[in-house]
Nanobody, 124 residues
Framework: QVQLTESGGGLVQAGGSLRLSCAASGRTFSNYAMGWFRQAPGKEREFVAAIRWSSGRTYHADSVKGRFTISRDIAKNTVYLQMNSLKPEDTAVYYC?????????????????WGQGTQVTVSS
């Protein structure tokens, strides 16, 4: 079992920044990836970014490319999502997820453990 705990959400004005954190504990494997997804009210959950844990290779959705950056701290077993130039349309519950396997997957069904989510609200 893998436990994921997100933090860092909140209310921010458009143009502002937030950094989300996701701490992983429990049984993890050397070859895995971590991802961030988000779900806005009335919409399906969508992929935001993913990182291969061993190499640090990343992939970002087009909608956030250049504004959001996923990173990880191996010593802390924590993945981050730095969000800059936030827009009202970024408002959503953000989830981190663990994937057994190193592929930078973009579909939520490819991830096997999920955090509880953290709310991000961007006001205009």
């Amino acid at each position: 079992q893998v436990q994921l705990t997100e933090s860092g959400g909140g209310l921010v004005q458009a143009g502002g920044s937030l950094r989300l954190s996701c701490a992983a504990s429990g049984r993890t494997f050397s070859n895995y990836a971590m991802g961030w997804f988000r779900q806005a009210p009335g919409k399906e959950r969508e992929f935001v970014a993913a990182i291969r844990w061993s190499s640090g290779r990343t992939y970002h959705a087009d909608s956030v490319k250049g504004r959001f950056t996923i990173s990880r701290d191996i010593a802390k077993n924590t993945v981050y999502l730095q969000m800059n130039s936030l827009k009202p349309e970024d408002t959503a519950v953000y989830y981190c997820a663990h994937r057994t396997g190193t592929a930078l997957a973009t579909m939520d069904w490819e991830y096997d453990y999920w955090g509880q989510g953290t709310q991000v609200t961007v006001s205009s």
